[in-house]
Nanobody, 124 residues
């Protein structure tokens, strides 16, 4: 059973940066698609970015392209989300998700495993 633990959320001013981490354990497949989602109160869960652990290929939502970067450290079984130029509309609970294989789809229904989430608040 894959377990995902997120960290790194917090309160940041508009224009600031945060780096989220997602550490995985219990892998049973050789490669996974790992993704970050976010959900603001009253809104649907939105896919933000995904990475295929097999070759490092990535995919981003249009709303974060050029501001967010997803990366991985395979030795640590950890995926990161570097968030720069943060805006108040980026405020949400951020979740890490995983599914075996390399198809990167930024849709929550695609993913089997989820972390508990970490809160990101962008406010002055």
């Amino acid at each position: 059973q894959v377990q995902l633990v997120e960290s790194g959320g917090g309160l940041v001013q508009p224009g600031g940066s945060l780096r989220l981490s997602c550490t995985a354990s219990g892998y049973t497949y050789s490669s996974y698609c790992m993704a970050w989602f976010r959900q603001a109160p009253g809104k649907e869960r939105e896919g933000v970015a995904a990475i295929y652990t097999g070759d490092g290929s990535t995919s981003y939502a249009d709303s974060v392209k050029g501001r967010f970067t997803i990366s991985q450290d395979n030795a640590k079984n950890t995926v990161y989300l570097q968030m720069n130029s943060l805006k108040p509309e980026d405020t949400a609970m951020y979740y890490c998700a995983a599914v075996p294989g390399g198809t990167m789809i930024l849709s929550a229904e695609w993913y089997n495993y989820w972390g508990q989430g970490t809160q990101v608040t962008v406010s002055s």
